[in-house]
């Protein structure tokens, strides 16, 4: 049935107005049952979709989202620590700590970025033979990594933010007032151990996935 099936949505390559009219064909059919999203359609092209395209992509997206925050949080406490600092050149040292708390944002996610990429040892995962999708083991490492990538990516997003803006918030506090710093400075820890937890979680996920295939026959 998952053959028939597969024969029937297949679409030539060389034909884009016949891939665009099948489009438009499921989707008038989900409309018909009253139904926005053909979600069946879109399992099946789900399952046909690489696991190791989703394991590359969680994770690309656990150190690209990671360095995004980090570069992001860096943008807000240093704009804010260098206009300060010309009034109050006192400031500079001491809210450096600030971007370094950003910055431990983006090695949180190379890091884990670097564990996914052990997760993947075999370039080639063989469909089988008579349904012609990948094994369920496959597949389920590869929805775990890009589950711990994503997982991770968002959360140090999040995370570069929020001490960014706390760290911008410190600089200029102290600026005013010196007694400020140490305190807001325990809000700020608080912030960046946000980021932690997704890498902690992010790593419990991908703690058994593998990615492992056979080579194709000669």
Known sequence: M??????????????????????????GDALSRGQLINWDYLGFLFKQISPYFFACLGTSLAVGLSIAGAAWGIFITGSSLLGAAIRVPRITSKNLISIIFCEAVAIYGVIVAIILSTRLESPFVVRDSQTGLYPIQAMTAGYAIYGS??????????????????????????AQNATLFVKILVVEIFGSALGLFGVIIGIIIAGQAKLQGTLPPP
């Open 149 to 174: 990538g994503i997982t991770t990516g968002w959360s140090n997003l999040v995370c570069g933010l929020c001490v960014g803006i706390v760290g911008s918030s410190a600089a200029l506090s102290d």
């Open 2 to 27: 998952v053959r028939r099936e597969r024969n029937r949505l297949r679409v030539p390559a060389r034909a884009p107005a016949v891939m665009a009219s099948q489009q438009l064909l499921h989707f």
